[in-house]
């Protein structure tokens, strides 16, 4: 998908959402009307509303207050203005993937029952086989038959080798296979999927630190990459599963899911605020193509509307 059809995607997901954000002081930032302290109200509460949090919208509008004092920024339009404060919060999550030299390099996808995981799996190795990577899939997700066909189903789309065992062979078990394999076949990349969670079954996290222990006793020294993958829609409710998450296993980076739609994308701040995590990728559908890097000034611009 090219960067502008990606980016019509997005701002049409984020519509909602940016229709709310500007509810109140659109005229304002616009220039139409003067940005006055009841317009600013207005702004900041919508920021809440939007699931920004209320840490990052508090740096958003200090931010924003400082720059509509400054001369400079006078000049120019309150949203271009706005943008960039809200850039320079997301911009601390815009750190891409890399890829070590170490081989294999074991991304570990986890997540929420219905996040998006593995549709995320097919197209995060979609994208690093356009890179050139060697990949191979681990089918970690035991817990139900179709979970192992679906990912299945992705390994002969993007034609990548899938390990995979009976429904409920042990996850732990099924990573291992797989990293002996990519080892074997000098595979660049292996991602292994995991079942749907629930943060609040501690047994489940137990499976999970578990996949993580193998994968180190196989080999300490090999590059993981814990990747969460949050359905954007989950709100705030997101940043406590993903406290969670990091408790368990040490989360190093998120994908953001279904940012097409009727999308909320304000969690995204709280993200790259509250946790602190890089945000690898962001999706804006279940096609193979619809994965992108994250990018904070596109997003942003997204979210405004604002054309790159
Ligand atoms: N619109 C949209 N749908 C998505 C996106 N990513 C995933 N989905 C859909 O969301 C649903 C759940 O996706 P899965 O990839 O199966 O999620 P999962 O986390 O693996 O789910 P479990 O294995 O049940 O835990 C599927 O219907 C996907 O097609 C996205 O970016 N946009
Ligand atoms: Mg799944």
């Known amino acids: 998908m090219s960067k502008e059809t990606f980016f019509r995607r ?7 959402t940016r229709k709310g954000l500007l509810r109140g002081s659109a005229a304002a930032l616009k220039g139409k009307i003067a940005l006055d302290r009841s317009a600013l109200e ?14 990052a919208t508090a740096t958003i509008m200090t931010g924003l207050d400082k720059s ?4 400079d920024s006078r000049q120019l339009e ?3 203005v706005l943008r960039r404060n809200m850039v320079s919060v997301l911009i601390r999550a815009e750190q891409p993937l890399t890829v070590p030299e170490k081989k294999p390099f074991v991304i570990l996808v986890v997540g929420v029952n219905g996040a998006g ?3 995320t799996i097919g197209k995060i190795a979609h994208f690093l086989q356009q890179d050139g990577y060697s990949l191979l899939l681990a089918a970690g997700d035991t817990f139900r038959a179709a979970a192992v066909e679906q990912i299945q189903r992705w390994g002969e789309k993007i034609k990548a080798p899938v390990i995979a065992q009976n429904p409920g062979a042990d996850p732990a078990a099924v990573i291992y296979d797989a990293l002996q394999s990519a080892v074997a076949r000098g595979t660049d990349i292996v991602i292994a ?3 749907g969670r629930l943060h609040n079954k501690d047994n489940l996290m137990e499976e999970l630190k578990k996949a993580t222990r193998t994968i180190r006793k196989f080999d300490p020294t090999l590059e993981v990459e814990v990747l969460l993958v949050i359905d954007a829609g989950t709100g705030q409710n997101a940043i406590v599963q993903a406290q969670r998450f990091q408790q368990a296993v040490g989360v190093t980076g998120v994908a953001l899911t279904k940012l097409d739609g009727t999308a909320k994308g304000g969690v995204a701040f709280s993200i790259a605020h509250n946790l602190l995590l890089p945000i690898r ?3 804006v559908g279940e096609g193979i193509g619809d994965l992108q890097p994250f990018d904070a000034d596109h997003f942003v611009r997204a979210l405004l509307e604002l054309r790159p």
């Open 117 to 119: 995981k593995t549709t």
């Open 281 to 283: 990728f962001i999706g």
């Open 68 to 71: 509509l004092r400054n001369s």
């Open 78 to 80: 309150p949203l271009s």
């Open 193 to 195: 999927d995991t079942a």
């Open 10 to 16: 997005l701002a049409d997901g984020l519509e909602k």
């Open 42 to 55: 207005e702004l900041e509460m919508q920021l809440i509303t939007a699931d920004i949090g209320v840490e």
